[in-house]
């Protein structure tokens, strides 16, 4: 009975031993028989950066054309086809890329370009009678960069990139127009301390919505975001453009000369020619605090400072302000705002040349531009969600901060009212189709020079959007 026993336990063992043996090698050959995960897959598993967006756009605006005709109303039907491909990692690399398309199918409109000038003087000649859109048709590369994750809890990117920073207020891609703003450069996007993002980056070129690509600078970005909760953020930047040229000369700096005289201004130059280097330095606390699971307090405090850069007009000298707040309660919010934009004694006022300014001010778009006197915009704003309907309104009090010259003699301060309304409706998750109206009511009829009648004017108008988007 022993010796059987033990033989048996020796039966056991050899078998455990055997079959661990044979589970090892068929371990090793699995592993052996696995793929290797390739470039190919990268490309599989990547994202679809694809889209079409069809947009009708009317404008009616009072005054008169260059021409002296009186401006006819701009209708356009334009098409955004956007197709691109962003891989997943592959030994930490990515690779993204983007190519857009803008066609015009009605363009009974003035699409704003001449090559360089952004400002009333920018114009396509062959359309000068009609009101502006500015949606040039245009086909290249809207965005081809290359991700590194090889350090963990960062991103490096370098090409042609979009850039979007907290409410795009001074860095934004302006993906409202058709054409978008791109900016050519290496960005760092840095997660290494809990709750804190860093983004920085260094951009050598910057392809605005005209199609016009400015490289005679730089543009240097520092962002550091701190969450204080997931909906509250306390913010510090700086953006430091040595651009002399973005096309904004006399948009900026006005009409007249620096001192009145024909040969004044930088380096003997007229105010068109006026170097645009600033920088922008400025904190921002913004958030959505919840106070029960319906009721959410909604608060934003900001403030900046512009200054000359690197050669930059010595008239650049103007502060930023914004504030205000109000409150949610389920799917409706409320609230009010003050945004100053201020004048330098009226010989500047302080711009955002790299914003989402369509944003801003109201949608019509008639201060892209700050005005020298300065721009103070008191609004209000209602949004409402009912299942797939999103509805949008605000009104907005827009003064100068400075008294500016009025037509036919003396001072205003009041450029204007504006209202906006929108609803969105998402049809499915690829499809959404949208209609949106914009109107400025012209309050003191605002002139940029003394005496003169017309120059300048910020008239009435209306403008009308529908727009249907399908992305994949």
């Known amino acids: ?66 021409t002296g005709r009186p401006l006819e109303d701009a209708n356009g039907l334009t098409l955004r086809s ?138 240097e970005i520092v962002n550091a975001k701190y969450r204080i909760s997931p909906t509250e953020s306390l913010v510090g930047y700086g953006y430091l453009s040595s651009f002399d040229d973005l096309g904004y000369g006399r948009a900026w700096f006005g009409n007249a000369a620096a001192d009145g005289g024909i040969a004044a201004g930088k380096n003997g130059n007229l105010n068109q020619d006026a170097d645009q280097g600033n920088k922008i330095l400025g904190v921002r606390l ?59 004694n009226g010989q500047y006022a302080f711009q955002t040349p790299f914003g989402t300014n369509h944003l801003f001010q109201g949608w019509v778009d008639k201060f892209l531009t700050t005005p020298v006197e300065g721009l103070k915009d008191t609004f209000v704003t209602a949004t409402y969600k009912w299942g797939d309907f999103l509805f949008f309104a605000d009104y907005h009090v827009l003064k100068s901060d400075e008294s500016f010259n009025a037509v ?9 009212k504006e209202w906006n309304a929108a609803v969105t409706y998402n049809v499915n998750p690829h499809l959404m189709t949208k209609l949106e109206y914009g109107k400025f009511t012209e309050s003191d009829h605002y002139t940029l020079l003394p005496g003169s009648n017309a120059a300048g004017r910020i008239r009435d108008t209306e403008k009308v959007w529908l727009t249907l988007l399908y992305t994949f």
């Open 1 to 66: 009975m022993q010796s059987n026993s033990r033989f048996t336990l020796r039966q056991v063992c050899c078998s455990s031993l055997l079959g661990l043996a044979i589970a090892s090698i068929s371990m090793a050959h699995a592993e052996e028989a696995l793929p290797e995960y390739t470039f190919m897959d990268a490309i599989k598993a990547g994202k679809n950066l694809t889209s079409f967006r069809l947009r009708y756009e009317n404008v009616e605006q009072d005054g008169n054309a260059p």
């Open 82 to 219: 956007l197709v691109g491909w962003q891989t997943a990692p592959f030994h930490n690399f990515s690779f993204t890329g983007q190519i857009i398309d803008v066609s015009k199918f009605q363009d009974n409109f003035n699409d704003s370009t001449n090559g360089s000038l952004i400002n009333s003087v920018s114009n396509q000649p062959d359309r000068l009678d009609y009101a502006k859109i500015v949606d040039p048709d245009y086909t290249g590369i809207n965005q081809l960069f290359v991700d590194w994750t090889g350090i963990k809890n960062n991103r490096l990117r370098l090409g042609r990139q979009q850039i979007n920073l907290d409410n795009v207020r001074f860095i934004g891609d302006i993906a409202f127009r058709q054409v978008m703003q791109v900016f050519d450069g290496v960005t760092l996007l840095n997660k290494s301390l809990p709750d804190t993002e860093i983004y920085l980056g260094h951009i050598e070129r910057v392809q605005q919505i005209t199609t016009k690509l400015r490289s005679d600078g730089a543009l």
């Open 286 to 344: 913004d958030g959505v605090h919840p106070f029960t699971p319906d009721w959410k307090g909604l608060y934003t405090a900001e403030y900046a400072k512009q200054t000359d850069y690197r050669g930059g007009d010595s008239r650049i000298d103007a502060h930023y302000y914004k504030l205000g707040g109000g409150a949610s309660y389920g799917n409706l919010s409320l609230r009010a705002d003050q945004e100053l934009l201020s004048s330098n």
């Open 408 to 416: 036919g003699g003396g001072l205003g301060d009041k450029y204007g």
